[in-house]
C-alpha cells in the first residue's frame, strides 16, 4: 500500500524555482532516502509534505487522500511527523514538555504517557534530565530528544531532515542503529540525507535530487564509492 | 518615600496588566496590537452600562464583553491577516482601533462621562502612619493574583506549555500538531480578560471615560515592553514595574522646569534603548524574536 | 541610448499621469463651491505630506509613523517665518528679535523649510540606520510622541498647547498646485534613479542586496532625507491651509489619515500614493457632510459624529484584509505602457534577488 504520493511538485520562492516536477512514492513500512548537493530543494520537498511552504502546483497524497491544502497541525494529527534539520527543539521548555507537546497529535490522548514512556525507553539519557530545559543538550541530545518527540505522536510517517547533520561520528553509529531499529519495527520513513552510504544502508530506495528534478538510483549500493557518482549528485569533488 | 512605592506598585501592576496583554499576542505571533487600547475603552464603557450592579457582577459582565470583544476581533479581523508581516497586522490593528474608536464616538459622543465604580474602595487604611488607599491594596493585590495565575497557566496545562511553545517557534509548533487557531484564540481571550481589568482598575483610578481613553495605556503598555526587551513575556511584566517607578520618581524628583518635558523624556529613553539595547535594559539576545 | 530613452519616458510615465489625474480633479473643484475647493486644497496639501511619506516607506519598506515630525517642523517653521512680525512680538514675545523680524511670503518660506525638516531627519537617521520592521515602527512612534510633547510645553516657540494663530490662511488650489506636482516629479526622479532602485532591490530581500553590495542604511539615509525635505513642504503648505497650528494638529491622527491614503492606494507605487490621497480626501469629505447631518434632498440625517471615522477605519481594514496591495497593488499608472522597461526592471530586480534558496 502506498502512503504517501507526491505528484508534480512544484515549489518556487518568488522568481526562484526550487522543486520542478517532482513525483515520487512512500511504501508503508518503506524507508525512502533522497541525496542531493545543498540547495537542490530537498528540504524544501520534506516542508511541503509537513505543510511548512506553500506549494505552486502539485498534489500531496496521505493514504489517498488529497492532503495538499491541510494545515501542518492537521497533517501531524492525520499521522505525519517531522524532524527539521534545525531540530525543531522549544529550549525554553523543558525535554518533558518537549516531549509533551507532541501528544497533542495523537487521537487517543490516554495513550500519551505510555507513548513518552516508549520514548524513553528508546533514548535513556533523556529519562535522567526530564525536567531541564531543553537548551542545555548537546547537538546529539537534541537529535535524539528530537526523535523521540516525534514517535511520541506515533506516526505514520516519519520525515526527517539530515539527521546526521552536524554530529559526531560516534553519536552517529547509535542514531543509524535506532533509526534501523524502526525501520525493522515497520515504521515508515522519509529522510533527507547527506551522508549517502549510511543513507544507501538504511533506506530500501534511494533518490537523487538535482536542481529541482528527482532521479530514482538503480544499485545505489554499487555507486557509494564511485568518485564520478559523488561528483555528479552530491557536488562533491 | 513608602509612599511613593505603594504608588508605584500600585500603577505598576495596572501597566503590567495592559502590557502583559499585549505582549503575550506579540510573543506569539508578532502582533503589536494598538486595539488593545480599545479593549480597554469597551470594557470602560461596559462598566459605565452596568453601573448600578453589585461591583463583582459588573466586573464580571465587564470582562465577558471585553473577551468577546477580543475574540471577535480575532476572528473577523487577525484571522484572515494571519501570517502577513508585522507591519501589516499592526496597521490592522490601527484600523480596528479607529474603527471601536469611532463606533464609540457614534454611540457616546466625544464628552467625557464620568462614572464612580469605586463604592467603599474609595476609602484607605491607616498602617503605621501612612495612608494607603483601598484601591491601592486592590489593584496590587489582584494583579498579583492574576499574574501567578497565568504562570501557573502557562507552565501545568497542556494549553499553556502549547502557547509557550508556539511564542518560541509558532512553525514548529503546529507541526507538532499545535492547532494554531485555538492557542491564538486563547491568547486573544486572556489579552481580553487582562485588558478588562486593567479598564476596571484605570476608570476606577481616575473616574472618566472618552472615546479615545485607550490611547494613553496601550501606548505606557509599549513602552513597557520595550523596557523589558521584545518579545519576552515576563520581562513585559518587569518593564510595567520599573516604569512605573521612573515614573512616579520623576514626577516626584524632577525639577518643575522638566516635568512638562517627562513624558518626551520616556519616550526618548525608548528610542535610546531601541537603539542600544534591543533586548530591554537587562535583557540579553535570546531565541529568534525581536 | 534609444533604449535608455524609452525607459526614461515609460519611467515618467506614472508621474505624468498622476499630475495629469491632479489637474483634472483640481480643475473640476475649481469649478466648485468654496468648500469644495477649501477641500480641494487640503486634498493636495494631503498629497504633498503622503508622496513625501511614500518616499521613505514605499521605496525602503520600512513602516515610519514619525514623518509627521518633520510635518510638523515645516509647519511650524514656515508659520513662524510668514507671520506678521507684529502678530509673532504679541503672540510670541519670547522668540529671537531676528525671527521675529523675518517676514518672508509663502513661496520663500517653503524651501527653507524643507530644509530644516532636512536637519532633522539627519539627527532621526541613526534610526533607520540600525533598526528594522518592528522596532523601527515602535521608535518611529516613540519619537512623534515625543515631539508632540516637546510642541506642547515649547511656550515660547511654539505657544504650547494653546497653539500659534494669525498664519495667513491664504492656500487656495493655484498656490498649493505647483508643489504637489513638484514633489511628484522629485519622488519619481528618486525613483528611477540608481540609489531608489538599489533602496527597492533592498526591501525585497535585504539580505541578498547587502550581500551584493548595497548598502542598505545609505540608501535608506537618502531617501528619508529626500521624504523628510518633501514633508517639511507639506508641513508648511499645511500650516497656510489651517491658518492656525496646535499640537494636535501633527499628532498621531494626522500621521495615520496618510498611512491610511498609503495603503489604500497602494504602499508600494507613486501613483497609488497619489490615488489614495485622492480617493481618501473625496470620500472623507462626503463622509463629514453626512456626518454634520442637514438636507440631501430627500433625504434629512441628523448629525452623526464618528460616522467618518468608522467608514474610514472600515475602508483600510478591507483594503488590507482584500487587497493588502492597495487600488494600485504595487503597480505604476500606465504600467501597460512601460511594459517593456519595467520588464527589463523586473529582470534587474530578480537577478539582484536570485539568492540561493534554502536547503
Redesign the interface.
Known sequence: MTLLEIADLHIS????D?VRGVTLDVEKGGVVAIVGP??A????ILSAV???VRTRSGTIRLRGAEITDW???RR??AGI??V??SR?I????SIA?NL??????LAEKATAAAQIERSLELFPVLADRLNQRASVLSGGERQQLAIG?ALV?SPDLLVL?EPSLGLAPVILDGLFASLAALRDEGRTILVVEQNVSRAVRLADHVYSLRGGLLERLENPQDLVGDPAFRAKHLGME | MAQNLINALSLGSLYALIALGIALLFSIMGLINFAHGELITIGGYTLLAFHGLPLAVAVALTVAVVVAAALTMERLAFRPARGASGETLLMTSFALSLLVQGGVLLKEGADPQSVNVLGSLGASVDVGGMTIGKLDVAIIGVTGVLLIGLAWFLRAT?LG??M??AA??F??????????DRVVATAFGVSGAFAAVAAVFLVARTGTLTPSMGLTPVLLGFVAIVLGGLGRLWAAAIGAYVLALLSVMLQAYLPTGLAAYRDALVYLGIIVILLFRPHGIAGRPQ?VRV | MRNRAITLVAGSAPAALSTLLVLVISGLAMLGSETTQRTAAQMLVMGVICVGTYIFVGNSGVLSFGHVVFVAVGAYSTALMTMEPGLKRALLPDLPGWIVDLHLGMAAALPVAGLLALLVSVLCSPLVLRLDGMAAGIASLALLISVNVVIGNWDQVTRGSQGIVGIPADLTVGTALPWLIGAIVLALAYQVSASGFRLRASR??AVAAASLGVRVGRERTIALVISAFVCGIGGGLYAHFLGALTPGDVSLKLTLLALLMLIVGGLRSLSGAVIGTIFISVLAELLRRVEAGGDFGPIALAPHPGIEQVVLALTLLFTLLLRPGGITSGRELGHRLVRRSSRDVETAR?EI???????
Open positions: 520562492y518568488g522568481p526562484v526550487a545543498n540547495g530543494g530537498k528540504t524544501s509537513q505543510g511548512l494545515s501542518p497541525e501531524a494529527r511527523a517531522f527539521p534539520e525543531g522549544f529550549g525554553s521548555l514538555e509533551s507537546l507532541a501528544a497533542c497529535a518527540r505522536s531532515d | 497542556p506549555v502549547q509557550r511553545a518560541e517557534d512553525t514548529m509548533a503546529r507541526a507538532l500538531g499545535v492547532r494554531a531565541g | 525585497e530581500d530578480t534577488v536570485a539568492a540561493p534558496e534554502p536547503g
